[in-house]
């Protein structure tokens, strides 16, 4: 039966508990059902069935560093900085359109996908680089539960242990079915930020202006602090283990070419509530805040609890940490679920929900390791839990421009994707994307390594950058175009058309250009990294 419908399905997927029936949290599609969508009745049975990767991984993204971040830019800055939130919208379809597309149309994991094609030091480095960021921002997710359970009066070892607990349970059922529903219900709780917006009321004629009119709050004097700002907002809204959690999940529920319009409305459905609660965030964070001596003055999520309670009363306050708590919980379920994936993908061991724990070992002893440690990191006293906040942000930003340098590469692999490959204006979004990437980790890890850095000096390396970029779009236009005249995209049998066995696939050629490409990529990876570290220490170590 799978050899009729798709005849490289098997030869495509690593792991065989990847092909079967679509087991959502709410509807199931058979691996035979291949009768067409005419009906409304039809179409919305189909979308809920599907309904799942794109929304976790959105509202995963708003997690404890989001609530930090979030609410950091409402109650420094008001709601003047709304505007960063429409303008990321286009980025987190693009980049989640892409790698969901990888994962329907390959069956292979991102960090797999990496290694094969470009060979083993990308591969280790990107499976490597996820391991560690995603560690230290599992820490970042139980300090969140910390802060939360903390405001609601509760012990903090029991807090953190349970959570982990629950964590784990949740993925350990071996069925993957039972942990959808999990993580969809608390997606489902993350909307308790709506009612505190209510609560809270704040102007909305005002937020709806500074939503859409960009806005630098503070001056040239405050541009550097309010630059690295931006930078966290993108870093914590636009984050590397979302690219491969995505990927993997996608392949994990059994999604194929065929279903792509629904799982791409199952990103838009996540993106429109992950920009709702953020705003939502910005918005009750700036008026409770108004006009007090907190404003200006941001500590940590658990200061925004109180700071709403004084405003509108102990609910608001209990809701939000309810919300903190609830978005810790999925960020963690997320972050540790796309170390598991990699691990599994790269290292060919089986790695699934669908399996028990018996048939899986590997894959389930990754995914509970990392939840075990980061919650014992957090209970050691005296632990520099801002400290590791700092760095995973840090982190994070220098590493997201190689990520969506590698997105991008295989997007326009037609070995990968074959007539699912990227089209020129795809391209040439992403490319710029990119671009304003490596120049906000490039401000990022200069702000790391000199602190008093200036307006100016930011202004400078964003020029630089400008110039740079302007110049290798002109190149790779002319070569585009050149490219596409020469070697048209077949559009043909998308539907049906599954990437051939790895082991089948050449390795894609490297021109001079790109060879000169992924070494600076390289260098500035390698050098940027031991800088931060060096920082991160002396400062530990200034402690």
């Not at 002319?478 to 005249?485: C, E, L, M, P, S």
């Amino acid at each position: 039966m799978t050899t009729t419908l798709y005849p490289q399905a098997r030869a495509a997927v690593l792991d065989d508990a990847h092909i079967g029936d679509i087991q959502g949290a709410l509807g199931t599609i058979k691996l035979d059902d291949t009768a067409p969508r005419t009906g409304l009745s039809a179409k919305l049975k189909t979308l809920l069935a599907i309904v799942g990767p794109g929304l976790i991984v959105m509202v995963g993204d708003n997690d404890a560093g989001a609530f930090a971040t979030y609410g950091q830019a409402g109650q420094n800055y008001g709601t003047h900085l709304l505007w960063t939130l429409l303008l990321l919208v286009p980025v987190l379809y693009i980049n989640q359109e892409m790698v969901l597309r990888l994962g329907a149309v390959t069956g292979v994991g991102h960090a797999r996908l990496i290694l094969e094609r470009f060979g083993k030091f990308w591969g280790a480095f990107s499976v490597i680089d996820l391991f560690l960021l995603n560690a230290l921002t599992l820490v970042t997710e139980f300090i969140g539960i910390t802060l939360a359970t903390g405001y609601l009066g509760l012990p903090k070892a029991a807090s953190v242990v349970l959570a982990a607990a629950i964590i784990i349970a949740s993925a350990f059922t071996g069925s993957f079915r039972r942990f959808e529903r999990v993580a969809i219900t608390l997606c489902a709780a993350s909307l308790l930020l709506v009612p505190i917006y209510f609560m809270v009321h704040p102007a909305t004629s005002q937020m709806a202006r500074d939503f859409v009119v960009p806005n630098m709050p503070g001056g040239t004097g405050q541009l550097s602090t309010v630059m690295l700002l931006i930078i966290g907002i993108v870093g914590t809204t636009v984050a590397p283990w979302q690219l491969f959690f995505q990927q993997s999940y996608v392949i994990d529920k059994r999604i194929t070419p065929r279903f792509m319009k629904y799982e791409k409305a199952d990103l838009v459905i996540g993106i429109a509530v992950v920009i709702i609660g953020a705003a939502a965030m910005m918005g009750f964070t700036a008026a409770a805040f108004a006009g007090t001596h907190g404003f200006g003055n941001f500590t940590d999520a658990g200061g925004i609890a109180t700071g709403l309670e004084a405003k509108a009363g102990k609910l608001a306050g209990v809701l939000f940490a309810i919300a903190l708590l609830d978005a810790s919980i999925i960020g963690a379920f997320a972050v540790s679920l796309s170390t598991a994936y990699a691990i599994g993908d790269v290292f060919g061991i089986k790695h699934s929900l669908h399996r028990g724990v018996g048939g899986a070992k590997g894959f389930y002893a990754v995914y509970a390791g990392l939840v075990a440690a980061a919650a014992a990191i957090v209970l050691i006293p005296g632990s520099p839990l801002g400290l590791l906040t700092e760095g995973v942000q840090t982190l994070a930003g220098v590493l997201l421009p190689s990520a969506s340098v590698f997105l991008l590469l295989l997007c326009n692999d037609k070995q990968v994707l074959g007539p699912w490959v990227n089209g020129p204006k795809t391209n040439a979004f992403t490319s710029a994307v990119v671009g304003v990437l490596v120049a906000l980790s490039i401000i990022l890890t200069a702000s790391v390594l000199f602190p008093d850095i200036s307006a100016g000096t930011i202004l400078d390396i964003m020029a630089a950058c400008g110039v740079v970029g302007v110049l290798a779009a002109g190149y790779a236009f002319t070569r585009r175009r050149t490219g596409t005249k020469e070697d048209p995209i077949d559009r043909t049998g998308r539907d049906t058309w599954r990437m051939p066995a790895l082991a089948t696939l050449t390795r894609p050629a490297m021109s001079t250009a790109r060879k000169i490409g992924m070494g600076a990529l390289r260098t500035y990876l390698l050098i940027a990294m031991i800088l931060v570290v060096i920082k991160i220490v002396q400062v530990a170590l200034g402690h």
